[in-house]
């Protein structure tokens, strides 16, 4: 009797050295992997600075829980919440924000009131009105603009689903 409990007590601090290491490993972040693939990996760097060389690289290290940080200016669009969110311009900025339907570039918005907080980024209240309308059945983008008044600059465009 006394064998076995001492080998449930050597099993027992065995289990417990093994699972601390396991317990305490960073949780993944599917989510930001997504932001890697159809060559979004080229929009960031990893937290020291580092280019990543692939997508596989990228994904693996955003999965890992790994903080993908932009290269300069970004715009990135949450079509769920109607927000159009921007990294990398000045500080305490004024944005200038404007967006085209493609291919029928005769619709358009314009949001004013827009500025940058202390890190460089801003993002709009809710456009969903603006972001849903769909001209056309043939529209398959916006392409959105956004310029600080330092004259940063960066156009983006992202898929719509018109006519679908």
Known sequence: MRRVTMMLGA????????AGP????????AANAHKCEEGGYLDYTDAQGNPFKNEGQC????????????TGPHL??????GTISGTGFTPNSPIALS?????NRNFSFITFGLSTDATGA???????EDLTFCP???TTSVEVTATDAEGVTVTQSFPLECGV
């Open 11 to 18: 099993l027992a601090m065995v289990v417990g050295l093994l």
């Open 22 to 29: 396991v317990a305490a490993a960073p949780g993944g972040n």
């Open 59 to 70: 994904t693996s290290y955003a999965a890992r829980g790994g903080q993908l940080v932009p």
């Open 76 to 81: 990135s669009l949450d079509l769920s919440a």
């Open 99 to 103: 967006g085209e339907f493609v291919p």
């Open 122 to 128: 801003f993002t709009t209240g809710d456009l969903r």
């Open 136 to 138: 056309t059945e043939s």
